[in-house]
């Protein structure tokens, strides 16, 4: 029961029997996938298809799958033009069949989740903060329309979303996969501007992903992901999110991993009001984060597994394997991205395109 308020990690291309009877063993609400266990379509949906068949119930199956420079098919796929390019372009229905054949090329490989789009304002451009390339705008309208209609299509098309990273990741002016990024706004100066992508589309979010980053004016302890005043208080609230499946980043960044440690860090993640905790790299910690997390009252826990067991009833099912598919939709991302040129490089120096 406890281990459902997990997300793990996996560390190969394939599913060894220990690793699959430790995963037995957790029962984690699911996984989520990155390039290192993506070597060719086959492999990945075979691995895809083995993780499902290890539990009665339907696993999540989530991936970082946002186009440009975070695309973990990369190696066996065209790439999707990345936010910056599509919002660059400014036609709508390009945008929308980026959307759909993200979700396409997705459910090919048995993946039932993507944990995007970014709805983070890209306020400091020239900085390395982890979000170039990855915002959909510098203002909150243009991120409505465009963030939104990639994820409109992305859920036409069966795959669900997961908004990220709230309340604002483009406020860091610093990476927090190398150490906690602060951000001195309170929470009118959010509701004017960073908050407003989440509020103007959430009928259409099926989770949120929640930021590595402090607010010192609306929690002076906490980062965002591990905030009761801002998860509980300000997301679920006093804004309404409150049936949303709402998700921590990877705890195993630099930003959360050196100042919890494994076990209060997943306490403090499910008291704040996210109902699952992903650990995406150090994966063996998981039975050290199942039983700090059997320390939790047994109303949050059942708070959370109600709201997870309501977002698994939507999750669609992959689809059918086929070669030629599989062929066409990689045409068909070959031929969007002749449509969108892309922009000047980018150097940007954030592990998140790397994993």
Not at 19 to 37: C, K, M, T, V
Not at 283 to 296: D, G, P, R
Request: charged share 20%; glycine share 6%.
């Amino acid at each position: 029961m406890h281990g459902h308020l997990l997300i793990l990690g996996v560390a190969g291309p394939s599913l060894s029997a220990e690793e699959a009877s430790f995963y037995q063993r957790i029962q984690p609400s699911g996984f989520i996938l990155f390039s290192r266990n993506i070597v060719d379509a086959p492999q990945t949906r075979k691995l895809t298809d083995d993780l499902r068949g290890l539990f009665s119930y339907e696993p999540i199956i989530a991936i970082d799958q946002e186009g440009g420079r975070v695309t973990r098919t990369k190696d066996i796929a065209p790439v999707c033009p990345s936010a910056v390019d599509l919002a660059a372009k400014n036609t709508p229905h390009l945008i929308a069949e980026a959307g759909s054949l993200t979700a396409d090329i997705l459910r090919l490989l048995g993946c039932n989740l993507n944990f995007a789009p970014v709805l983070d304002i890209d306020h400091f451009p020239s900085l390395q903060n982890a979000l170039r390339e990855r915002c959909w705008g510098v203002e909150s309208q243009s991120i409505i329309n465009n963030a939104g209609m990639w994820n409109r299509w992305l859920r036409k098309r069966s795959m669900r979303s997961c908004a990220k990273h709230f309340p604002s990741c483009g406020l860091a002016t610093s990476d927090p996969h190398h150490h906690l990024p602060i951000a001195q706004l309170g929470i009118d100066e959010l509701l004017r501007n960073d908050i407003l992508p989440y509020t103007a589309l959430m009928p259409e979010l099926d989770a949120i992903m929640t930021s590595h980053v402090r607010f010192p004016l609306l929690d002076d302890v906490h980062p965002a992901s591990l905030s009761p005043k801002i998860i509980n208080g300000f997301l679920r609230g006093q804004l309404g999110f409150d049936k949303h499946l709402v998700l921590t980043d990877d705890l195993d960044m630099a930003a959360i991993g050196k100042a919890y440690g494994r076990g209060p860090d997943v306490v403090q993640a499910i008291t704040a009001g996210n109902d699952i905790a992903l650990i995406c790299h150090e994966i063996v910690s998981a039975e050290v984060a199942v039983n700090a997390l059997k320390t939790l009252p047994i109303s949050i826990v059942d708070d959370s597994l109600a709201r997870i067991e309501a977002f698994r009833k939507k999750l669609f099912a992959p689809l059918k394997w086929s070669t030629e598919t599989w062929q066409k939709t990689c045409a068909d991302i070959e031929k969007l991205r002749a449509e969108v040129p892309s922009a000047t490089e980018v150097k940007a120096h954030s592990p998140v395109a790397d994993y």
